[in-house]
């Protein structure tokens, strides 16, 4: 920065050039001819409404009078260019690091999947994953805030552009890490079971589905609050604000008071695991789905079921002469299981089944607990917000 005899000279110059004496410039401005002598000489500078004054006379910008220099179209080109390069150098550097970060998000899903297929026990697929997700977010953060820092200096405009870039990706990629930690969940009740392709997809559409709604009403909260900031809680957007809240949050309420989240994950026909037993290594097990074949086929098996009351046992004999031999507890145990749908050859025998049980449970303990939680959070921002600081705002 140029000190004031930079500008003390600059000002002598401009008056020579106008043709003008300390005298004749003194009683332009209304001040003495002593004042004008000691801005020329470097001791202190004009105040604010003066600089204005002197920058309309002699054509120049009040920045080139503190600069103590004119600059030209020429100047002005390069440094417009020196900034548009700085400004695209501090993106691209913010942008690289967002794709790292979006990379190891893509990893952390491939991982949870992959190992839980290939090791049938998806809590090792889930741990590396969100160790994975841990170390983007960490890269993320750390982004973000080189980001803060090197826009300190940069203009305005441009300062406000790669803040919002950063806000909204952020929020974006926060987003679908915390999606990916429920679909880790889901997954994760399925652990010793082998899962269909078309069941995981359904549950990841279902994870990423139900955050996306939340992450949708927290963003327009974040903004509402924003623009309330912004207009100091007048009563004009209190109003609009209240109301645009409750629009959102109405739906929100009916969807956590329903419980209608179970509804998402009952597919039809969507097979999630299924049992395969050898006729001669699991002979007992191999009959016991052919005997619950039987019940969902609606048949009658009670000619050939025989109930000993000696032993408290059930005793069903098939076609080929075997006797399925069944005490009261695996009596009742298998006939509850859920298997949908058999096959069976002379060798084996394979029983597919929908594990919804479990999964119902996942999704009812997520309804449960996350959103009354966040329904909580939201009426406490609404309380604060719009009867603590409206009331405080009217007082002042």
Not at 299 to 312: F, H, I, M, R, S
Request: net charge negative.
């Amino acid at each position: 920065m140029n000190n004031s005899s930079n500008t003390g000279e600059f000002l002598k110059s401009l008056r020579i050039s106008k043709g003008l004496t300390q005298m004749e410039l003194a009683e332009y401005l209304n001040v003495s001819n002593k004042t004008v002598s000691k801005w020329e000489n470097g001791i202190g500078i004009p105040e604010v409404a003066t600089l204005i004054i002197l920058a309309d006379f002699y054509e120049v910008s009040v920045d080139d009078i503190l600069r103590g220099t004119k600059r030209t179209s020429k100047n002005i080109e390069k440094e417009a260019g020196i900034s548009s390069y700085v400004v695209s150098r501090i993106k691209n550097n913010y942008i690289n690091y967002l794709i790292v970060s979006i990379g190891l998000w893509l990893l952390s899903n491939a991982a949870i999947i992959v190992l839980g297929e290939i090791t049938t026990n998806s809590s090792l697929g889930m741990g590396v994953g969100i160790i994975i997700i841990v170390i983007g977010l960490v890269i993320q953060g750390i982004n973000v805030n080189y980001l803060r820092l090197q826009v300190k200096d940069i203009n305005i405009n441009e300062k406000n552009k790669l803040l919002n870039l950063g806000f909204h990706s952020s929020f974006f990629l926060l987003y679908l890490n915390i999606s990916t930690i429920i679909f880790a969940g889901f997954y994760n009740v399925g652990s010793s079971m082998v899962l269909k392709l078309d069941f995981v997809f359904y549950r990841f559409i279902y994870s990423y589905s139900l955050t996306a709604v939340r992450a949708i009403l927290t963003y327009y909260i974040i903004r509402i609050f924003k623009i309330s900031f912004l207009n100091k809680l007048n009563v004009r957007w209190q109003i609009f604000n209240g109301t645009l809240l409750v629009v959102l949050f109405i739906p929100f309420l009916i969807i956590t008071i329903s419980d209608s989240y179970d509804l998402a994950i009952k597919t039809d026909n969507s097979f999630v695991s299924y049992s395969v037993y050898d006729k001669e290594e699991a002979t007992d097990r191999y009959y016991q789905l052919k005997y619950l074949s039987l019940l969902e086929s609606q048949q009658n098996t009670d000619d050939n079921l025989v109930y000993n009351e000696d032993t408290y046992e059930f005793i069903y004999t098939f076609d080929d002469d075997y006797e399925l031999v069944m005490s009261n507890e695996t009596y009742s145990f298998i006939t509850k299981l859920d298997y949908v749908k058999f096959e069976f050859d002379d060798n084996q025998a394979i029983g597919y089944r929908i594990d919804l049980s479990k999964t119902e449970m996942g999704i009812i303990l997520y309804s449960n607990f996350t959103a009354p939680l966040l329904s909580l959070y939201i009426f406490g921002c609404l309380v604060y917000y719009f009867v603590w600081k409206g009331r405080k705002h009217e007082h002042n």
